[in-house]
């Protein structure tokens, strides 16, 4: 079995930032996106040697196991440690989130799975056409104190610890990685985003996009401009990623497409 992959990306500066502390990696089998520690010392070249890092370590086309791409978190971790400097003031400690999904390969079974990886509150989505869910799970303040039931999800969009990351790349020596295993089945979509797109657009903005543009090129070019108009107030990064199985002995030049994108194609909500 082979995936056939529909991939879109933008990173922006946004309205307000002077510096883009986003950056991306998104072509087979990596798609991530890492945002810089805002405030904190080299927060841009944080996130660009996280992403070269993996980058390098997975090289596009690659066949990697889900140990392969732990080993590359964890090279990165050690690149962005390496930009924390000390002087009389104290560590000015480098950091970024990492976040996406990863074509993996299961231990002997032959099964593919997409690798979901997150640390920090960059997000990976889950999108079927109809419904977007949120499959990572934010490492901030404002999550934990959601977790605990303190506060409503309405209060967490204006609460004043909304930016502070509980769990970063480069923050330790040793990084703890969240992880998911989907089996690859039919046609999957996923949205991965830093919070310049998450806080400036509500997940049920973010879906009408979706269900307005199904398969468009461009796709995260019309959520990034979404989220600029919507106030632009942080970088924005979207990538957004595709995929179907299709076999050898398929005819590539008169296969249908996917019946379960054709339904939802017929199927969207008439305005």
């Excluded at 904190?40 to 997975?58: F, T």
């Excluded at 600029?228 to 076999?247: E, F, L, M, Q, Y």
């Amino acid at each position: 079995m082979e995936l056939t992959l529909a991939v879109s990306a933008r990173t922006d500066t946004g309205r307000v930032r002077a510096v883009n502390e986003d950056a991306v990696l998104a072509r087979n089998p990596v798609f991530v996106v890492a945002d810089g520690m805002g405030g904190h010392a080299r927060g841009d070249l944080a996130s660009s040697s996280a992403v070269q890092v993996l980058h390098e370590r997975i090289p596009e086309g690659a066949q990697v196991t889900p140990n392969d791409v732990l080993d590359a978190v964890s090279a990165a971790n050690d690149a962005v440690r390496a930009l924390s400097t000390a002087d009389a003031s104290g560590v000015a400690v480098a950091g970024t989130t990492l976040s996406g999904v990863v074509v993996v390969n299961g231990s002997g079974t032959g099964t593919r799975y997409w690798m979901i990886i997150n640390i920090g509150d960059s997000r990976v989505y889950g999108w079927d056409g109809a419904r977007l869910t949120q499959l990572s799970v934010d490492h901030s303040a404002v999550q934990e104190l959601l977790d605990a039931g303190a506060i409503s999800a309405d209060e967490a969009g204006g609460h004043p610890e909304r930016n502070v990351i509980t769990r970063a790349l480069g923050a330790a020596d040793d990084i703890d990685v969240d992880v998911w295993m989907l089996p690859v089945d039919g046609e999957q979509t996923f949205l991965i985003c830093s919070d310049g797109l998450s806080k400036e657009l509500r997940d049920d903005e973010i879906a009408a996009i979706l269900r307005e543009h199904p398969h468009d090129h461009r796709l995260a070019d019309v959520l990034t401009e979404a989220a600029i108009a919507a106030g632009g107030r942080d970088n924005i990064t979207a990538v957004v990623v595709s995929s179907w199985p299709t076999w050898p002995e398929d005819d590539r030049d008169t296969v249908e497409r996917p019946v379960r994108q054709q339904y939802l194609e017929d199927t969207r909500p008439r305005v």
